[in-house]
């Protein structure tokens, strides 16, 4: 072919681009045709270069190739020298998000033929700078917005903790709070109710970030509020669950359990609204979970918590905790689990090993080994009768 049948053909090729036209660029490439430069797609070949302006033309409308030179080359080469403009406002393209801008840029392309038809392309544009620079702003204003609410999560949860743990003649309480880096929606509190007697909250709000975080602390207030209008912690729950199921989003709900502790008696009185099982760990050494049956918060109006009374004898303690220690894994992708909880709290012996939540901890870690990702929060509030108190 001559000069400028080489020309034409490659003019017939660049206007086939924004017209679509694959039957027309699949007739003008060649079967063995090689892109140098595969922007949109990894493989090189024909089939692929097809597909990659089928997408293209699908994320961009208003598209314009403009030939402004051509000359020929050395080896049957065309090298063209184009302005290309297009508005990219229909989809995703190359992980690029759409953003209803204009583009224009100068692409210059190089063209070797053989027997009538493109056996090679090479090109040089200045549109994937922009594209790259459009998502790498993308990338750092979606990182900014994570990173913000994270804070504004961690604040409203900070705020919603007790600022100090109650003391207590003859009782030992001890909390452990330690947030994942997305944060959930634990909590812990702790009510001072007429009598002397104290209330004693541990609660997990489903989902993460924000939304966990707003609906923990509207369950916690409204808790706190309706605390001192009922002795029995089944009542209670119930006046919670009817007042947050009206406001709660959908597909969120709060696991929440509820005791309330009178020293003088040493009696807890509890209820649970869905939430994991405390534990009581007898003097003995006996393990046992403190069961009461209750549908979570917000999920059905009209809901009835079951309520149930337990005795603490001199040196026994409970453990009341949130899901994030349980399901904690291992590098083998084990997870913690009721079992080993259970058993660690029956193996601990207080006069030798320190406090049960720094028991546990060092239980998690071993568990979990050396550079664990915490994947929630973990929440733990121990309660124990010192071996003294009669």
């Not at 003008?28 to 892109?35: E, G, K, N, S």
């Not at 409203?156 to 003649?169: D, F, G, M, R």
Request: aromatic content about 6%; proline content about 5%; some cysteine.
């Amino acid at each position: 072919m001559s000069v400028e049948e080489n020309k034409a053909l490659v003019r017939r090729f660049v206007e086939a681009h924004p017209k679509g036209d694959l039957d027309a660029l699949r007739e003008l490439l060649a079967p063995d045709f090689v892109d140098h430069r595969p922007i949109l797609v990894q493989e090189p070949g024909r089939e692929a270069y097809i597909q990659a302006v089928a997408q293209r033309n699908a994320a961009f409308s208003d598209i314009r190739f403009d030939i402004e030179e051509q000359m020929a080359a050395e080896g049957n080469r065309v090298v063209s020298r184009l302005t290309v403009r297009f508005t990219h406002n229909r989809s995703e393209i190359a992980g690029f998000a759409p953003t209803s801008k204009e583009y224009a840029s100068t692409v210059i392309v190089i063209h070797r033929i053989e027997g009538g038809r493109i056996v090679e392309e090479w090109t040089e544009a200045s549109d994937l700078a922009d594209l790259t620079q459009q998502r790498l702003e993308q990338e750092r204003i979606e990182r900014e917005r994570i990173e913000q609410e994270l804070r504004v999560a961690r604040t409203i949860q900070q705020a919603s903790l007790p600022k100090e743990v109650p003391t207590l003649a003859g009782w030992q309480i001890a909390p452990y709070y330690q947030p994942a880096r997305e944060v959930g929606g634990d909590f812990y509190d702790f009510l001072e109710l007429p009598n002397g007697r104290l209330g004693i909250v541990v609660g997990d709000a489903t989902g993460k970030g924000v939304p966990a975080a707003l609906v923990m602390a509207s369950a916690r207030s409204m808790l706190r509020a309706l605390a001192h209008a009922s002795n029995s912690p089944g009542d209670v729950l119930r006046r919670v669950n009817d007042v947050l199921v009206t406001d709660i989003p959908p597909n969120m709900f709060v696991t929440c359990f509820y005791t309330i502790l009178d020293p003088k008696s040493a009696s807890l009185r509890y209820a649970n609204a869905g939430h994991d099982l405390p534990y009581l760990r007898r003097r003995d050494g006996e393990a046992e979970e403190l069961r009461a049956r209750g549908m979570p918060l917000g999920v059905m109006p009209g809901t009835a918590y079951e309520e149930k009374e337990v005795l603490l004898d001199s040196g026994d303690s409970t453990l009341f905790c949130s899901d994030g220690l349980v399901e904690a894994h291992n590098p083998q992708r084990e997870m913690f689990g009721f079992p080993r909880l259970r058993r660690l709290i029956a193996e601990h012996d207080e006069t030798e090993e320190g406090s049960l939540v720094d028991f546990l901890i060092d239980g998690l870690r071993s568990f979990t080994g050396d550079g664990w990702e915490q994947e929630d929060d973990i929440t733990l509030v121990t309660l124990r009768r010192s071996a003294a108190s009669r």
